[in-house]
């Protein structure tokens, strides 16, 4: 019998609800009936490309014994992290103070009111290397819950205390200075890796919001090491196994320091990321490589994540059957010398074999490799390897694909939406912005409520039950204000607004200018949580920053560019010292001392050519952060757009940053000089 999950609109969640596991989702209802039966909770936390969830369901939760246990002992909790990002933070927070480290499957035992008391992650069905069984950690829990309540009482409340106590040391509200991003970079140097690009050790994960800093502190500054490091980097990945030779797309990492072998499951959010930093990438160096993976990274993102409504699928499976019936992590994308001569012909195996460093013992598993582009001397042939390219993609897709999780979260949909919006402006490519503004519109029409507050996630065209959180807000926001400029439609630009006042009226401080991940008005967790750094995905913080200081630079609204100033005083206290954390923060603070530029184009109509020709140029400027409108003088389109008149009679560009304007012009070259210097 199907559990309480049958009607949730998380694929994750859906995976789990024929389990024998009487799961119920992260609802009050969940905690009253805990405190009806006098039971612990058990809250299992992860995500539907997560290849640990998967063993663990297999082994435990799918497991009849181990089922029955569960429930009669435990009210079990299911939570799909990117549905629940607050619900996950919070008690990741408390699972890493009290252990050292976490990850998913997220494994927490709570009191009633949902106060933890015991932790954990992946858990075997048998002993192992010195880990207890999940039936003898389940059986500890109950006894320590019958035998010694006023222990787990009291463990359970020193652990709410300390996270209380764990307030972040802010830093104040003072944005940071040329002194702080200075200090940020050389921090950087010092943990980049000169030989194969990026920063750390393994596992190594993509830097992109690290690498959009790089570029706008380039184009702010001049530094060349910056520069350096952004395109060594970029060239490492794009030439790794990280990197999907054939269809295009990355993966979420790279398990060694040498970008070879990922971990397979593809993000909507790294795609997105990476696309709009390859090209930014090419606006600035003019990389064929940059132009080609920016390209098929969007293409990538389209034809494979796309749904059927118009908005942003989360991600792919890193796992999939291997033809066999076994569900094996990169079958669907790894070859073998046999593989490829069974696919191509010994002559075109051979050259494809030398071309993307397939080699007899493998560099994967079971003598299998992960396509790569090795640096080589030789010289191929272009027409022979697009053949060998076409062809494997054919055969592959002859294969059992990997699955889809096809829920469209809102945070990520905007990223996408940034990255389609420009890489389409960028390469003449009308199809990757129309794929843009029709996943913006998706957001309006299903994510919107009629107060413009947003919720987290649709599927099938569903809103689901869950508010959105402040990274919601602010890269949506990001999205719109991008679309906007590509577009010259306003009206994106109107709901970036909408999505902003509620930043404002309720995920901010109002004493210290602190942002908060989740509203003022959303559900009561054990803290509220609030969490400046960059990881995956720009934090809430550094997102709403970003969007509100370009709204700002839109509008010249001063209580939002007041805010985002504010909101930077994490940036100087964190930028020096943690600078791979805090990335897109750093590339915010980069277009504050920039201005950000505003640069206003007006013309006859937007199909007039030498309008066209100027709105473009204004786009491919490299400023930090630069907002462009564009529209028919005199239009009531934009702000930036009145008192704006034709210069003569010819279409003109106007320049302004920090309260001051340049002549404006109608020589796209000018125009460059003006937003390159």
Known sequence: ???????????????????????????????????????????????????????????????????????????????????????????????????????????????????????GTYFPPAPRHGMPSFRQVLEGVRSAWTDRRDEVAEVAGKIVRDLAGREISYGGTEAPGEQELAQALLGLTREYDPQRGGFGGAPKFPPSMVIEFLLRHHARTGAEGALQMAQDTCERMARGGIYDQLGGGFARYSVDRDWVVPHFEKMLYDNALLCRVYAHLWRATGSDLARRVALETADFMVRELRTEQGGFASALDADSDDGTGRHVEGAYYVWTPGQLRDALGDDDAELAARYFGVTEEGTFEEGASVLQLPQRDEVFEAGRIASVRQRLLERRASRPAPGRDDKVVAAWNGLAIAALAETGAYFDRPDLVEAAVGAADLLVRVHFDDQARLTRTSKDGRAGANAGVLEDYGDVAEGFLALASVTGEGVWLDFAGFLLDHVLARFVDEESGALYDTAADAERLIRRPQDPTDNAVPSGWSAAAGALLGYAAHTGSEPHRRAAERALGVVKALGPRVPRFIGWGLAVAEALLDGPREVAVVGPSLSDEATKTLHRTALLGTAPGAVVAVGAAESDEFPLLADRPLLQGAPAAYVCRNFTCDAPTTDPERLREALSS
């Open 1 to 119: 019998m199907p559990n309480r999950l049958a009607h949730e609109t998380s694929p994750y969640l859906l995976q789990h609800a024929d389990n024998p596991v009487d799961w119920w989702p992260w609802s009050e209802e969940a905690f009253e009936e805990a405190r009806r039966s006098d039971r612990p909770v058990l809250l299992s936390v992860g995500y539907s490309s997560c290849h640990w969830c998967h063993v663990m369901a297999h082994e435990s939760f799918e497991d009849e014994a181990t089922a029955d246990f569960l429930n009669a002992h435990f009210v079990n909790v299911k939570v799909d992290r990117e549905e629940r990002p607050d619900v996950d933070a919070v008690y990741m927070e408390a699972v890493q103070a009290a252990t050292g480290q976490g990850g998913w499957p997220m494994t927490v035992f709570l009191t009633p009111e949902a106060e933890p008391f015991y932790f």
